[in-house]
T-cell receptor, first 116, second 112 residues
Framework: AQSVAQPEDQVNVAEGNPLTVKCTYSVSGNPYLFWYVQYPNRGLQFLLK??????LVKGSYGFEAEFNKSQTSFHLKKPSALVSDSALYFCAARPLGSSNTGKLIFGQGTTLQVKP | GAVVSQHPSRVICKSGTSVKIECRSLDFQATTMFWYRQFPKKSLMLMAT?????????EQGVEKDKFLINHASLTLSTLTVTSAHPEDSSFYIC????????FGPGTRLTVL
């Protein structure tokens, strides 16, 4: 079965420090990869996506993600964390050629806690 | 950018009643909309894929008679939770697809 894994339930980082939220995928072909952020009682907000090309993708709010095909990973990063970055982060993959247009496979989510 | 709205944002109902949740794409047409359910601090569980003008495709384990989905136009899909019970209490999120998914703000359903 195709899947997306976020191995950490929670990531804690001090404000100003770099952060990494990990994601690996097991999806056939060359899927599109996404990161979303969710604040409490809100829907998901798009951060960035990888389709093809440069392995380092830059997105909203200073976030970036690094695609690594050999490791089938797509880790989310930010050079300097802010307290306001504290939220729930989801990695997702969209298999190509899916019969359901745009269907996404989500990871379990990682709670990011940035402390002052 | 693409905006998706949901209404209501929060609803409380009595057990046994039915609740309708609307999902609208405000500035684009979406032939496909998705309905998700999210439990506290958990990932999104895809319930069904809604295609305009045709029957929804439900994921395994989701009762189609319990969760009625109608996609009457290119900008509106509705999810009706029929005969709601406390275990149906959850956060329901829709998304509309235009090459990629744009998510609504979610609806918090509480069944007493």
């Amino acid at each position: 079965a195709q899947s997306v894994a976020q191995p950490e339930d929670q990531v804690n980082v001090a404000e100003g420090n770099p952060l990494t939220v990990k994601c690996t995928y097991s999806v056939s072909g060359n899927p599109y990869l996404f990161w979303y952020v969710q604040y409490p009682n809100r829907g998901l907000q798009f951060l960035l996506k990888y389709i093809t090309g440069d392995n380092l993708v830059k997105g909203s709010y200073g976030f970036e993600a690094e695609f690594n095909k050999s490791q089938t990973s797509f880790h989310l990063k930010k050079p300097s964390a802010l307290v306001s970055d504290s939220a729930l982060y989801f990695c997702a993959a969209r298999p190509l050629g899916s019969s359901n247009t745009g269907k996404l496979i989500f990871g379990q989510g990682t709670t990011l806690q940035v402390k002052p | 950018g693409a905006v998706v709205s949901q209404h209501p944002s929060r609803v409380i109902c009595k057990s046994g009643t039915s609740v309708k949740i609307e999902c609208r794409s405000l500035d684009f047409q979406a032939t496909t909309m998705f309905w998700y359910r999210q439990f506290p601090k958990k990932s999104l569980m895809l319930m069904a894929t809604s295609n305009e003008g045709s029957k929804a495709t439900y994921e395994q384990g989701v009762e189609k008679d319990k969760f009625l989905i109608n996609h009457a136009s290119l900008t509106l899909s509705t999810l009706t939770v029929t005969s709601a019970h406390p275990e149906d209490s959850s956060f329901y999120i829709c998304s509309a697809s235009q090459r990629e998914q744009f998510f609504g703000p979610g609806t918090r359903l509480t069944v007493l």
